[in-house]
């Protein structure tokens, strides 16, 4: 917190913007919140690309990362292109999107790339057409094939884009994780596991980890050091998350809070910023922000070691 608040004086960028330009998703993926009728009700409405704009200009200049698409389908925002190209134009040092894939074409992607993007993370919970099918409602396994063999060329031109594999373990997906290699292969550069959580009323109502807890040294443990070998890197839980996610734990989330910068039709970072009239500083100084993050660092609230967390349910391997 010291660190940041050091940062904050300095005008440095240390948040991380994570923008759903679009609140929909043409995926009903069974784990997500989408699948869910009536939540999804709720989850509308488009941010036009002038009032990205005006977002940009207040906030990307103090921003490390730009993450499009958080819990739903940026590819269905027309102006995604556009997007990632004025986040290059704010200089943010790294872009990723997070996508079903279902509308990223060679042209499209490749497009995204030109205009900046660093990275694509490819939500996929299964690597038989059955669990892929099944699990990610409206999907399409051979349209999966397709993209990969589309970013295998795609990356023979532009080896610095990154692909991450986002890979939601569950009781019915679990063992099938040793096949991953057959369909993946070598254009994986980050592989993503999340132990399921419960995100709201889903249709997958299985949240039981013990399997994956007794399952963790034959089918996790080999995963991990085969991606070592292969030179992926993978985000991976400990053993012990697993049984610290089925319980309440107390976590301090100064950081979080510092840091985050989540940005949809809904709102803009904080629920008393306006983004038509304010930018970060003006509203840092209305709201006495450094001094906050001073008295957080000084608090001690950051001192006690935590090791596991419920949010941060992994680690680099």
């Given amino acids: 917190m010291l660190g940041i608040w050091a940062f904050h004086l300095a005008r440095k960028r240390y948040i991380g913007i994570f923008l759903d330009p679009v609140l929909t ?8 919140y989408f699948s869910d009728e009536e939540r999804r009700k709720t989850y509308r409405g488009i941010l036009g ?4 704009e005006t977002i940009a200009a207040g906030l990307f200049h103090r921003a490390l990362k730009l993450q499009i698409g958080c819990g739903a389908e940026p590819t269905l925002h027309k102006d995604l292109v556009k997007i990632i190209a004025l ?59 397709e993209l990969l063999a589309d970013i295998a060329e795609i990356k023979k031109t532009y080896p610095e884009f990154k692909l991450r594999i986002n890979y939601t373990i569950n009781n019915k997906n679990l063992e099938e994780l040793s096949h991953i290699w057959d369909v993946v292969g070598n254009e994986m550069d980050i592989l993503q596991l999340r132990p399921i959580q419960k995100i709201g009323n889903t249709e997958y109502q299985d949240f039981d980890l013990t399997r994956i807890y007794e399952k963790f ?7 991990i050091e085969e991606c070592k070998r292969r030179n992926i ?19 301090d989330d100064s950081i979080e809070k510092a840091t985050y910068c989540y940005v949809s039709p809904k709102g803009c970072w904080q629920d008393d910023f306006d983004y038509h009239t304010e930018t970060f500083e003006s509203y840092a100084s209305k709201v006495h922000l450094g001094r906050q993050l001073l008295g957080k660092a000084l608090a001690g609230t950051s001192r006690r070691k935590v090791d596991v967390t419920r949010k941060m349910n992994y680690n680099i391997k």
């Fill in 217 to 223: 040294d034959s089918v996790l443990t080999p995963l």
């Fill in 87 to 145: 986040g290059k134009q704010h200089k943010v040092p790294y872009i990723s999107i997070t996508s079903n894939g279902a509308l990223l074409t060679r042209e499209l992607l490749t497009a995204a790339i030109e205009a900046g993007l660093n990275e694509l993370t490819l939500s996929a919970h299964g690597v038989t057409r059955e669990t892929y099918e099944d699990l990610m409602t409206n999907g399409k396994f051979e349209r999966f094939q």
């Fill in 25 to 32: 998703c043409n995926y009903r993926c069974k784990m997500c």
């Fill in 49 to 52: 690309y002038e009032d990205i």
């Fill in 233 to 251: 890197v993978c985000l991976a839980p400990e053993k012990q998350n697993l049984i610290i996610l089925e319980n309440d734990v107390i976590e």
